[in-house]
T-cell receptor, first 110, second 114 residues
Framework: QQQVKQSPQSLIVQKGGISIINCAYE??????FPWYQQFPGKGPALLIA?????SEKKEGRFTISFNKSAKQFSLHIMDSQPGDSATYFC?????????FGDGTTLTVKP | DGGITQSPKYLFRKEGQNVTLSCEQN?????MYWYRQDPGQGLRLIYY???????QKGDIAEGYSVSREKKESFPLTVTSAQKNPTAFYLC?????????????FGPGTRLTVL
């Protein structure tokens, strides 16, 4: 049973466009929802995170939208840049233990 | 320069051999984690430890073993019982075993079984 479903698997966006990645979860006990960015051959790094009592969080060009009733959350990357090309993982955490989505490979074309 | 290190970066193993992957952190973090990453899949939790001398199985612990004798070290042994060990292995640590603490990841070890 996959507890965190992420889509799309891959995404191609033109420079300056908006990238949107979606995740859905099943366990309502999850209490923390981070997004990680991973470049090839490297470990993931935290990008932005949100708690379930907040509907939106913005940090620079990155925004998380959270819909608790639908059990969905999404990452929006505004003004996407070629340097944003990477794999993005959503995760849902409880008690320090995280369950990850399968990842989205983002390619931003110049 | 604080961080989390993994060694070696690349590791080759013959079938039937056990191999140990190293993970060290100097961040003074209580919690440490091991994940496995396969192409097209997310990170899957193998084992985690929230305190020295204690650890719990994750979702895919079969064929793996760990120890946590020191706060800064959390080595992972891939045993011959692991049927498909070729993968990218990631170690992570966090300040405490609660959800709102960022997990810091190491650079990973790519294990290939020949």
């Amino acid at each position: 049973q996959q507890q965190v479903k992420q889509s799309p698997q891959s995404l191609i966006v033109q420079k300056g466009g908006i990238s949107i990645i979606n995740c859905a979860y099943e366990n309502t006990a999850f209490d923390y929802f981070p997004w990680y960015q991973q470049f090839p051959g490297k470990g993931p790094a935290l990008l932005i995170a949100i708690r379930p009592d907040v509907s939106e969080k913005k940090e620079g060009r990155f925004t998380i939208s959270f819909n608790k009733s639908a059990k969905q959350f999404s990452l929006h990357i505004m003004d996407s840049q070629p340097g944003d090309s990477a794999t993005y993982f959503c995760a849902a955490s409880i008690g320090g233990k995280s369950t990850f989505g399968d990842g989205t490979t983002l390619t931003v074309k110049p | 320069d604080g961080g989390i290190t993994q060694s070696p970066k690349y590791l080759f193993r013959k079938e039937g051999q056990n191999v140990t992957l190293s993970c060290e952190q100097n961040l003074n973090h209580d919690a440490m984690y091991w994940y496995r990453q396969d192409p097209g899949q997310g990170l899957r939790l193998i084992y985690y430890s929230q305190i020295v001398n204690d650890f719990q199985k994750g979702d895919i612990a079969e064929g793996y073993s760990v120890s946590r004798e020191k706060k800064e070290s959390f080595p992972l042994t891939v045993t011959s019982a692991q049927k498909n060990p070729t993968a990218f292995y990631l170690c992570a640590s966090s300040l405490a075993g609660t959800s709102e603490h960022e997990q810091f990841f190491g650079p990973g070890t790519r294990l290939t079984v020949l």
